[in-house]
């Protein structure tokens, strides 16, 4: 099976999509077709342990990778790197409310599931397609990304990574999740301006010829750990797989039934594995997509207009403060048939006008599949606050932000089929508004107090990858214009 671009023809394998990141045309890499789970492997996939669903389902997507090299992959990426060597367990907190724990692993937030992998995948294909040759992973952050990238990528033999996140559009413990991190192959970089300027920068340097000549010059290549990249999205794919069998492992699914998913909703690269998922069989019925204050999607998925052109606002949910869903692209792709020329105009729409309108036979495909909703702050803190009264139960702002999407949903349809909410940060990542949400005390002005605070309400330990940053050096303290970026990237390269 290979891929394609969404702007254009084209046919790369999955080893080609995955070093490249980005299609040559601007385009993301699309699988051509879409593989399918037997029912061998259906009935299998439930008996085994996470590494192993792992090891049974990329394959399928990644059909150029020999068998071998992703067990090797999974074993690596979901080793004693995740609590308990349990990367994605299920917890049905309320009846037929079940939450997916995306954030055991090294960072606290869900981006670990596909950036232990990606680091695997990436160095394993380069090896094959760019022998020789160093990566450069270029990424472009809203806070997760940047730290699970640097956990993933440092260290790497072969690869080097640059990390961009928005100065003010992250919060304190994210910001010292980054600027502490260590290795002699990261270079961290704050820039004036919010994620999706950041994102803008990136995918103008990769475009930039001038970039590339420099590039070619040093034998680097530039690379992504964006959910651009194809190699994140394969990764994430499994995780509703294995929801799907845990479901049915604990009887909570007979055969033939559905289940929905909630999504909290940024770039649209979760909540797009999940429609993967389902392309390869997982009865999923609806798709829950859950936004912040910047209701993009939410507006999108109900009248068919994409409009950026709009306030931008900094939530307390700050993973989802973005305003162009990249992903998203890649879903029109599919929904129009395949029909490039179709996909480019529409981006082409957006670059010039920030605006585009999808046809209206694409629309009601896509409220077919979607439901979509949104939730302000105040009802983000109320949620975190009610949920745990009722349950005992602590969820971070964007988990939150889902939870009142999907009450939502069920209230305003009757529909009571099984929904799994993926939960995509430990509710300590974000400390202070999840203190806010279930305390009247004055919040502790030191990050590291809230953590304790959080921990005497909750009855949960403070994740150790979060306490041991106390006393670690700030090691980039830097930040500069956006307009910047390309001359920070070859001073880090030169
Ligand atoms: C990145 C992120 C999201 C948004 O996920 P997308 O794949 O970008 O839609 C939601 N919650 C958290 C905690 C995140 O880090």
Redesign the pocket.
């Known amino acids: 099976m290979n891929f394609t671009s969404t702007r254009g023809r084209l046919s790369v394998t999955s080893s080609e999509a995955i070093v490249r990141g980005i299609a040559p045309d601007g385009g993301l890499f699309v699988p051509e077709n879409f593989p399918e789970l037997s029912g061998a492997l259906t009935a299998a996939l439930p008996g085994m342990d996470y590494r192993a669903r792992a090891a049974t389902v990329l394959p399928l997507w990644l059909t150029d990778f020999p068998a071998d090299e992703l067990r090797e992959s999974a074993d690596a990426a979901y080793t004693g790197t995740f609590e308990n060597n349990d990367p994605a367990p299920l917890h049905e907190v309320m009846p037929g409310v079940h939450f997916l724990e995306l954030w055991h692993g090294p960072t606290c ?3 670990d599931m596909a950036l232990q992998m990606l680091p695997q995948l990436l160095t394993r294909a380069a090896r094959r397609t760019a022998p020789g040759r160093t990566l450069v992973i270029l990424t472009a952050t ?4 940047g730290k699970a990238a640097l956990a993933g990528f440092a260290g790497v033999p072969g690869v080097k990574i640059v990390v961009f996140y928005p100065r003010d559009g992250v919060s304190a413990m994210q910001k010292l999740q980054m600027t502490t991190q260590t290795g002699n192959n990261v270079a961290v970089c704050g820039i004036g301006g919010n994620f999706d300027d950041a994102q803008s920068g990136v995918k103008a340097i990769f475009a930039d010829p001038e970039m590339r000549v420099f590039l070619n010059g040093k034998s680097l290549d530039f690379s992504s750990a964006n ?1 651009i990249n194809f190699g994140r999205l394969a990764p994430q794919i499994v995780y509703y797989v294995s929801a799907w069998c845990d479901l049915v492992k604990k009887g909570s699914l007979k055969p033939g039934e559905c289940f929905n998913v909630c ?9 797009l594995a999940a429609w993967y998922a389902r392309a390869m069989g997982v009865p999923v019925g609806k798709f829950i997509c859950a936004s912040n204050r910047n209701n993009i999607l939410t507006d999108f998925l109900s009248t068919g207009i994409y409009d950026r052109n709009r306030e931008f606002y900094t939530t307390t ?1 700050p ?2 403060d ?1 305003l162009i ?1 990249s ?1 998203l692209e890649r879903l029109l792709y599919h929904l129009y048939g395949g029909d490039a020329a179709a996909v480019s105009g529409l981006m082409a729409d957006l670059k010039d006008s920030g605006r585009y309108q999808v046809s209206g036979v694409v629309l009601s495909k896509l409220k077919e599949d979607f439901f979509a909703g949104c939730c302000d702050d105040a009802e983000t803190a109320r949620t975190i606050g009610e949920i745990f009264r009722e349950t005992r139960y602590l969820v ?1 702002t ?1 988990t939150a932000v889902a939870a009142k999407v999907c009450q939502e949903y069920r209230k305003s349809t009757g529909d009571k089929r099984p929904c799994v909410i993926a939960s ?2 430990s509710p300590f990542k974000f400390a202070s508004a999840v203190l806010g949400a279930i305390s009247q005390e004055a919040l502790p002005e030191d990050g590291f107090e809230q953590l304790e605070k959080l921990s005497k309400i909750s009855g949960m330990a403070v994740p150790g990858p979060l306490a041991s940053l106390k006393g670690k050096r700030v090691l980039h303290p830097g930040c500069i214009a956006r307009g910047d970026m390309a001359g920070f990237i070859r001073k880090f390269l030169a």
């Open positions: 937030a869900f981006k809203s806070g997760d990304t959910s999504v909290p909703t940024g770039n649209f690269g979760n909540i949910s993973s989802m973005i869903s992903n971070d964007h995509t940060a």
